[in-house]
């Protein structure tokens, strides 16, 4: 139906810059707000970033002027450009989109399988 592939995951040293893609693909309609999560070992899976339809952009605290946020809307896919990377930004970082399928009536949140980012030395 429809599939949210993420790309762009790895290795970096502290202090490296790292981007993440997710490219939307299936019976779509159209694409609502698009979102970038993370879940550290251990903890829970929290909010990182998200953009609207009209990219308009949110962060989290704990990533503002660091990392960044956009969508290409011809090509259903997100980015998360990440600089500046901690070793506390390791984690797997999933993609979220809010979807109007074709046919439906509804709007529906898929998500990634996630993608593994490492910051160590």
């Known amino acids: 139906q429809v599939q949210l592939v993420e790309s762009g995951g790895g290795l970096v040293q502290p202090g490296g810059s790292l981007r993440l893609s997710c490219a939307a693909s299936g019976s779509i309609f159209s694409i609502n707000a698009m979102a970038w999560y993370r879940q550290a070992p251990g903890k829970e899976r929290e909010l990182v970033a998200t953009?609207?339809?009209?990219?308009?952009?949110n962060y989290a605290d704990s990533v503002k002027g660091r990392f960044t946020i956009s969508r290409d809307n011809a090509k259903d896919t997100v980015f998360l450009q990440m600089n500046s990377l901690k070793p506390e930004d390791t984690a797997v970082y999933y993609c979220?989109?809010?979807?109007?399928?074709?046919?439906?009536?509804?709007?529906?949140?898929?998500w990634g399988k996630g993608t593994l980012v490492t910051v160590s030395s």
């Open positions: 953009i609207t339809s009209g990219s308009s952009t």
């Open positions: 979220n989109a809010n979807i109007r399928v074709v046919g439906l009536y509804y709007d529906i949140d898929f």
